[in-house]
């Protein structure tokens, strides 16, 4: 009688199903993680198409896959007003990183040290704000362009978060215009 109520009670029951259910969930995993190292042994290819995305091309790259590097470098961006500073954001397309400057090299923004018009003004102020707020916004990477450094002494880079140019959205915004390699008037 004593065996019939410890094999009936609420708590031995509940104990048997949560077991159960760890050890299924175990071998799912475990036959998950045999099938890609089998299928990575094949040769599958480390990029799968989105049936979704198959009229565009899109594709997703799986963990793993040598796509695009993790971006790394992350500050806390404020503005450099007086023109110095460790972190800081100059204007639409310059900026400071661990006291270094930096030209964003795929975009032209507006001017604000001093802007030409009015119009300029507003829009350069505009890109200054929102190139801070990219910024913030977390980490990114410095690709090499062309060039190492402008005439000014700054380094030329393109920034780019998860393999996307931050100056590509600036642009899309109404906010810069592409590096055509010269400056053209905003006014």
């Not at 159960?20 to 040769?43: D, H, K, N, V, Y």
């Not at 198959?54 to 470098?73: E, N, S, Y």
């Not at 690709?143 to 393109?158: F, M, N, P, S, Y």
Request: hydrophobic share 35%.
């Amino acid at each position: 009688m004593a065996h019939l109520v410890a094999r009936h009670h609420p708590g031995s029951r509940r104990r048997r199903v949560s077991y159960r259910r760890r050890t299924q969930a175990g071998f799912a995993l475990w036959l998950l993680l045999a099938t890609a190292g089998i299928s990575g042994a094949l040769g599958t290819p480390s990029v799968i198409e989105r049936p979704e995305a198959r009229d565009t091309g899109a594709a997703l790259v799986q963990p793993g896959a040598p796509a695009v590097a993790p971006d790394r470098l992350t500050a806390r961006f404020g503005f450099c007003h007086s023109g110095g500073g460790r972190n800081c954001v100059v204007d639409g397309d310059t900026f400071r990183f661990e006291g270094e400057k930096y030209r964003i090299a795929d975009i032209d923004t507006p001017e604000t040290h001093p802007a030409r018009c009015a119009e300029e003004a507003v829009l350069g102020e505009a890109a200054t704000r929102r190139l801070r707020t990219l910024l913030n916004e977390g980490a990114f990477t410095l690709d090499e362009a062309d060039r190492d450094t402008d005439v000014h002494g700054r380094k030329l880079r393109i920034v780019t978060r998860g393999g996307a140019s931050i100056g590509d959205q600036l642009v899309d915004e109404g906010l810069a215009r592409r590096w055509e390699g010269y400056r053209r008037p905003w006014c």
